[in-house]
């Protein structure tokens, strides 16, 4: 296994970190968290930009064991690191940037046609990165990275310096890395849209500690995290494609034996998707409800019942399958039905994101 | 009316001027890098001691001068047993007091140039397997490379002009130790106001160029690409 494990601790004034996680080998870990929990601090340290204490081991590498007095310099480390601001190197056109590490390289598994195509870089090539957009930079400084050959990309907050749209822009690119790059990603953001698009796997920082990890969908599911606590609070669920309404231009996917309809051209039948219901779009039923305009009712089993951040409120968790989603509804609604666990109920959705 | 040779005086002084810039940049870039880098403590008593030259009359830095590198000196003296010669009066003797003179006009601009290298560009290079010397030589030198050329630039005007501490440890002896600003001292102590305007106005015009080359330099957009 290509894990990569971290177990680090640093004082910086007041703020001190102590955080211990690992993220799979494949596939990208979201390091999440608000700002200041110590998401960029812990990056720069796993780097080795920044001096914590304790342990950094990919695989079978070891980068930092301070119990046997050992540290690795970063340009050692074999790492790809994307920065908020792009810090591309001025005195150098495009195509000097990104030969920049690929020249330090002898084993170079990712060609630099490959890198230029997947990233289109291309037109980019002879330009000075002076006259590049935010969104411009920040591929360049992925394809810069990305032709180091690293073994692990660090990410850090890439798309942070960048308007919506230009965000929106560059979420592609950064969607294809892991089949661009088979390797371990770590991706600090503090944007959960960008988790529930990008990753795959999810540690949640805050105030310097590690307050859970797992897979993203376990975590996004589980009432008594942060998490729920958000607004946009909702569950990621794995669905698969069972074809496709041509009259109604809706995918049909399959969850459990159910079905959901979402509206969208649909990937080939057989594919697995993720799709992501927000907790405020839930509403809960005792019998399948009568017709209406909400196309998706699920049918599932009432698995938790927890406050929300609002006194009015609670989370409801239910499991469909071996899945679970969250509803967010009134505490009034919940104690005149009742809502309590082990209650089967009929959740009504009324909007379903295909997330990737 | 007959001239003195000048060129042996005006080839003195760029040779003095040279080798004391070269051995400026040898000495002021790390200097200036650490400067630029360092939260040492002590980096304020060195910074004081740098800039200690601008204040300082040309006098008082030749007084000690003249005592350290005299023969009974703690430079002097063993410089004397392991050579043989002396150090005042002489060009070695010259080349330790411009370089001293002219140190903070180095070791300035290249302060500067350095301090306006971004870290996170190097912790860029770092992550792209460039270790410490490649990072100074592919990303520092070229983001500094203004700093350089404004640091050889004053280093050695400055060394031409200068007069006082020369004056004071190497006296005026003509083709070993007499620069342009000595002999047009000399010049018109003698009375040969003629000489003298000869050599003040190619010290003005050269002195002139100089600075409008130093300033157009800070003015030009950078240009100059590299693939």
């Known amino acids: ?356 | 009316m007959e001239l003195t040779p000048l060129w042996p005086t005006v080839a003195l002084t760029l040779q003095l001027a040279g080798v004391t810039t070269g051995v400026l940049l040898l000495l002021g870039t790390p200097l200036a890098w650490w400067l630029a880098r360092t939260r040492n403590r002590w980096k304020a008593v060195i910074e004081a001691l740098v800039t200690l030259p601008l204040v300082l009359p040309p006098t008082v830095l030749g007084f000690y001068l003249l005592i350290a590198l005299g023969p009974q000196g703690p430079l002097g003296a063993p410089w004397l047993q392991l050579t043989g010669a002396p150090l005042t009066f002489t060009f070695t003797g010259l080349v330790i007091g411009s370089v001293l003179y002219s140190l903070p006009f180095v070791v300035q601009p290249l302060h500067n140039a350095f301090g306006a290298v971004d870290q996170g560009v190097l912790d860029a290079a770092a992550t792209l397997r460039a270790g410490p010397w490649d990072r100074f030589k592919s990303i520092v030198v070229p983001l500094a490379r203004r700093g350089f050329a404004t640091a050889a630039v004053l280093g050695f005007a400055h060394t031409v002009g200068e007069f006082g501490v020369v004056l004071m440890i190497g006296g005026n002896i003509p083709g070993e130790t007499q620069v342009l600003s000595i002999a047009i001292y000399d010049r018109v102590e003698s009375l040969r106001y003629d000489e003298a305007h000869v050599l003040a106005g190619l010290l003005l015009v050269f002195s002139f160029a100089v600075l409008w080359w130093v300033y157009r330099l800070q003015r030009r957009p950078d240009v100059d690409a590299r693939p």
């Open chain 1, 1 to 356: 296994m290509n894990t990569l494990a971290v177990q680090l601790r640093l004082q910086r004034g007041d703020f001190a970190l102590d955080a211990e996680w690992s993220a799979p080998a494949r596939g990208v870990t979201a390091l999440f968290g608000p700002s200041g929990a110590g998401k960029t601090t812990l990056l720069r340290a796993i780097a080795g930009l920044e001096r914590g204490m304790g342990m950094v081991k990919l695989a079978r590498q070891c980068w930092q064991d301070d119990a046997r007095g050992l540290f690795v310099p970063p340009s050692q480390r074999g790492l790809g690191v994307v920065f908020q601001d792009a810090h591309l190197f001025t005195h150098l056109s495009v195509r000097g940037n990104l030969e920049y590490g690929w020249r330090r390289v002898t084993q170079r598994p990712l060609a630099f046609e490959a890198v230029v195509e997947s990233l289109d870089l291309g037109p980019l090539l002879t330009r000075r990165p002076a006259g590049l957009s935010g969104g411009e930079r920040q591929r360049v400084a992925l394809g810069r990275a990305l032709l180091a050959q690293p073994c692990l990309l660090l990410l850090d907050e890439p798309l942070a310096a960048l308007d919506r749209e230009r965000r929106d822009q560059i979420l592609p690119y950064l969607e294809r890395l892991p089949v661009l790059a088979d390797i371990p990603i770590v991706y600090v953001t503090h944007a959960l849209d960008e988790v529930v698009r990008l990753a795959d796997h999810m540690v949640l920082l805050d105030a310097g500690r590690v307050s859970a990890q797992g897979p993203l969908t376990t975590l996004l599911a589980r009432p008594d995290l942060p998490l729920a606590r958000r607004d946009d609070a909702g569950a990621v669920l794995e669905v698969t494609v069972a074809g496709h309404d041509e009259h109604y231009h809706l995918a049909h996917l399959h969850l459990a034996g159910q079905s959901l309809y979402v509206t969208g051209p649909a990937p080939a039948s057989g594919a697995r998707l993720r799709v992501q219901i927000h907790a405020r779009d839930v509403s809960l039923a005792l019998a399948p409800p009568t017709p209406s305009t909400i196309l998706n009712v699920l049918r599932g089993t009432v698995s938790s019942v927890t406050p929300a951040s609002h006194a009015g409120q609670v989370m409801v968790g239910v499991q469909v399958g071996e899945q679970h989603l969250l509803a967010r509804i009134t505490r009034k609604s919940a104690d005149q039905l009742p809502v309590q666990p082990g209650l089967t109920v009929y959740a009504q959705i009324k909007s379903v994101a295909l997330v990737g």
